[in-house]
């Protein structure tokens, strides 16, 4: 059980276009997922946390309109980059808490390219 | 989350015990102990957590101090596919704005042949 999805895997854009991101919990409910980035070499870095039904909360340095996140169900949260450059390009990772345990638990992540 | 000091990285020959520690000198009492890691390319996979005793799971073994400064993460008969990065973390167990896991540099473990 506890399992995470994210799709796509891995996306490749062109410069000022957009791309989604869906975080999935398969097998429980999530009242809240978490969105990290990860660039090579380093650690995952927080980049907000989003809660069901209400607006996401982003940590310092993190453009809120940059990155819309969404999370319309207990299950399902998005992150869009919009008008992505290739300094967004990254490994995207969604982590979901299990709404009765607060464990977290986390996806396989999405590479992200831009070109 | 109270701050986590590890060692950037380690070697450890396969199908000897891989000892991990882990620097939590400022934990307060509520925090557990939890350690993640991520093979390349991967998202963190959960791997044990402890509060203040001995924990040990189908995966690993986790040592805390008595006075709970320190742990030690042990893999008992390491594998190729060990090879990871290990992530130690503290934070309290329950919901809360500051529940989230936050990752600091970790310890890249490399497991020889």
């Known amino acids: 059980g506890a399992v995470v999805s994210q799709h796509p895997s891995w996306v490749i854009c062109k410069s000022g276009t957009s791309v ?3 975080c999935r919990s398969l097998d429980f409910q999530a009242t809240t997922m978490f969105w990290y ?3 090579p070499k380093q650690s995952l870095m927080l980049m907000a946390t989003s809660n069901e039904g209400s607006k996401a909360t982003y940590e310092q340095g993190v453009e ?3 990155f819309l996140i969404n999370h319309a169900s207990l299950t399902l949260s998005t992150l869009t980059v919009t008008s992505a450059h290739p300094e967004d390009s990254s490994f995207y990772i969604c982590s979901a808490r299990r709404s ?3 464990e977290q638990y986390f996806g396989p992540g999405t590479r992200l390219t831009v070109t | 989350d109270a701050k986590t000091t590890q060692p950037p990285s380690m070697d450890c020959a396969e199908g000897r015990a891989a000892n991990l520690p882990c620097n939590h000198s400022t934990i307060s009492g509520n925090e557990y102990v939890y350690w993640y890691r991520q ?5 963190p996979q959960y791997i044990i957590h402890g509060l203040k005793n001995n924990e040990t799971n189908e995966m690993a073994s986790l040592i805390i101090t008595e006075d709970r400064k320190s742990s030690t993460l042990i893999l008992p008969h ?3 596919r060990d ?4 992530y130690c973390i503290v934070r309290v167990a329950e919901g809360g704005a500051g529940n989230m ?10 497991v020889k042949p």
Request: hydrophobic share 35%.
């Open chain 2, 78 to 80: 390491a594998t190729l």
């Open chain 2, 39 to 43: 093979i390349h390319s991967q998202g």
């Open chain 1, 64 to 66: 809120k309109d940059k």
């Open chain 1, 100 to 102: 009765a345990t607060y």
């Open chain 2, 101 to 110: 896991l936050t990752f600091g540099g970790g310890t890249r473990l490399m």
């Open chain 2, 83 to 86: 090879t990871a990065v290990y």
């Open chain 1, 37 to 39: 980035r990860q660039f």
């Open chain 1, 20 to 22: 989604k991101i869906e």
